[in-house]
């Protein structure tokens, strides 16, 4: 390989690669639908993001509050 063609697929390649990605970024009009803004309403469900199943805790299980200690120290 020449040093011309090393040059091309080490650096060619790479700039190509990051000035496609920048020019897709800043292309206009990619957005359906208007963006959230601080203060409006919110009219979408809510989401959660820890999964569709509800979380089941232990039934039975001891108060830790009412035992004492932590970190606040009242043991």
Known sequence: MTILQTIGVFVGIPVLIYGTI??????PGRHKRPRYRPG?????PPQWWAGDQPVVTAAGGENRLAQG???????
Do not use: F, I, K, R
């Open 40 to 44: 409006q309403t919110w009219d979408y």
């Open 69 to 75: 200690g932590g970190a606040h120290g009242t043991w």
């Open 22 to 27: 920048a020019v897709l970024t800043m292309v």
